[in-house]
Nanobody, 124 residues
Framework: QVHLVESGGGLVQAGGSLRLSCAASQRTLYVTAWFRQTPGKERQFVAGITWSGGTTRYDDSVKGRFTISRDSAENTVYLQMNSLKAEDTAVYYC???????????????????WGQGTQVTVSS
């Protein structure tokens, strides 16, 4: 059982950057991912990373702009968001998949552990 806490959200102008952090209560070997959700839409996969950090996966909407990374020593996963757009506005959640070390999956229902979310608002 692991607790995840997101931080780093806020208000930023379009074209700007934010870095989200997801701190875990303990070290895990789990695949970790970021999802986002806006009103009226299902929770959407954004980016994921294997426990080792050796494999990453991104939704097409953020490729080239967002970077997911892991600091295993600090039990923290980051999402560096650059060139932010208004459509990136959402609540961002980090999640961990206890069933996988090597395969990053994009379906929210597969993930076992979730943070409370952090709001990202991009103004234009």
């Amino acid at each position: 059982q692991v607790h995840l806490v997101e931080s780093g959200g806020g208000l930023v102008q379009a074209g700007g950057s934010l870095r989200l952090s997801c701190a875990a209560s303990q070290r895990t070997l789990y695949v970790t991912a970021w999802f986002r959700q806006t009103p009226g839409k299902e929770r959407q996969f954004v980016a994921g990373i294997t426990w080792s950090g050796g494999t990453t996966r991104y939704d097409d909407s953020v490729k080239g702009r967002f970077t997911i990374s892991r600091d295993s020593a600090e039990n923290t996963v980051y999402l560096q968001m650059n060139s932010l757009k208004a459509e990136d506005t959402a609540v961002y959640y980090c999640a961990a998949d206890s069933s996988s070390r090597m395969l990053v999956r994009t379906t929210a229902g597969i993930y076992d552990y979730w943070g409370q979310g952090t709001q990202v608002t991009v103004s234009s």
